[in-house]
């Protein structure tokens, strides 16, 4: 399955990036960012980043029932995954506020 149409990533290059990056002793919080950066690529449109979540937070725990990554790593990464996630939809919240305040009738006349 494709995950990401602009940099073609499919859900099982993820997955074979969560292998390494989560046997590190190092292991980093699995984002999308560190994932696509681990493949080599950069996000373009960021219109993936809600399915490359999922995906990633899926496939952790696919691995872990495969023995492909030891529990905790695994209860770690998931937790940190919905703690990324949570942060993200407030930040868009936000951003989201803030573009309807810029284009709202009052900000406008306040800049007329
Ligand atoms: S769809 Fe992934 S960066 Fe555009």
Redesign the pocket.
Known sequence: MI?????I?TDQDIEAALIDVLNRPDAPIPTPGIVFRHLSKR???????PV?VETIYDKVGELERRGLIAATVSATARSKLLEFNAWRDRLRGKERAAAACDSSPEATREIA
């Open positions: 995950v990401c149409s602009c940099m990533i996000m373009n449109c960021c219109g993936c980043a490359a």
